[in-house]
């Protein structure tokens, strides 16, 4: 039974580039979310979405970042122009149901570096 | 808001020493607590768990009590063995139709160290 699956794991690009990370949850996972990490700090939460929907958006910048999670396929999180700050660590998670009260599983992460 | 404060890290200690890692917390309603650890290069998976006061986690030879009166959910072990270094990570959430984030909110992580 596959965890949740990230990619890239590490992913570089230089000023100005866009990244796309991909998030594919757990098996029977309808809730996905979107967590940054940086040294030294805990996770800040970014985004919730569920299937076509984007519930809660409120941790994630109104500029340059978006995400998605379309009927078929994997959670995009995408960052547009790309600057030296948005390194950090991107962790996903699903979960079955809403997440209130109940565990998450994490992805193992993608770790963006800008140059 | 709903917060997690973890003390600061990191924890260095020597194997089969005894681990204390706290946590306490500020939240509306009854929030479920956590803890999760990260081991380096990998993502967060989940420790332990308490949904309601009193509640006690285990796992691994770690465990925590839910203590609503402290409003703390602190992390133990009796004998920390290398394996275990790692960060770990104090969360909550809120049931759903209790008033508060169902979004979880995390402890800024402790880093433990253990020495052979």
């Known amino acids: 039974n596959a965890g949740v699956m990230q990619n890239p794991r590490h992913l570089v690009r230089r000023r100005g580039q866009e990244a796309r990370l991909r998030c594919s949850p757990m098996k029977g996972h309808s809730h996905v979310y979107w967590y940054r990490q940086l040294p030294e700090e805990g996770l800040k939460f970014m985004v919730y979405l569920q299937k076509e929907n984007i519930i809660d958006e409120s941790g994630m910048p109104k500029e340059r970042f978006s995400a998605e999670f379309p009927k078929e396929g994997p959670s995009i999180l995408r960052i547009q122009q790309v600057v030296r700050g948005d390194s950090a660590a991107y962790f996903c998670a699903s979960s079955p149901r809403l997440a209130g009260g109940h565990e998450q599983f994490f992805g193992p992460g993608t770790r963006l570096t800008v140059l | 808001g709903d917060s997690v404060t973890q003390m600061e890290g990191p924890v260095t200690l020597s194997e089969e020493a005894f681990l204390t890692i706290n946590c306490t917390y500020t939240a509306t309603g009854y929030p479920s607590l956590f803890w999760y650890v990260q081991y380096p290069g990998e993502g967060l998976q989940l420790l332990l768990k308490?949904?309601?006061?009193?509640d006690k986690g285990s796992n691994k030879g770690f465990e925590a009590t839910y203590r609503k009166e402290t409003t703390s959910f602190h992390l133990e072990k009796g004998s920390v063995q290398v394996s275990d270094s790692a960060v770990y990570f104090c969360?909550?959430?809120?049931?759903?139709?209790?008033?508060?984030?169902?979004?979880?909110?995390f402890g800024r992580g402790t880093s433990l160290i253990v020495h052979p």
């Open positions: 969360a909550l959430s809120d049931p759903p139709g209790s008033g508060g984030s169902y979004i979880p909110t």
């Open positions: 308490a949904t309601k006061a009193d």
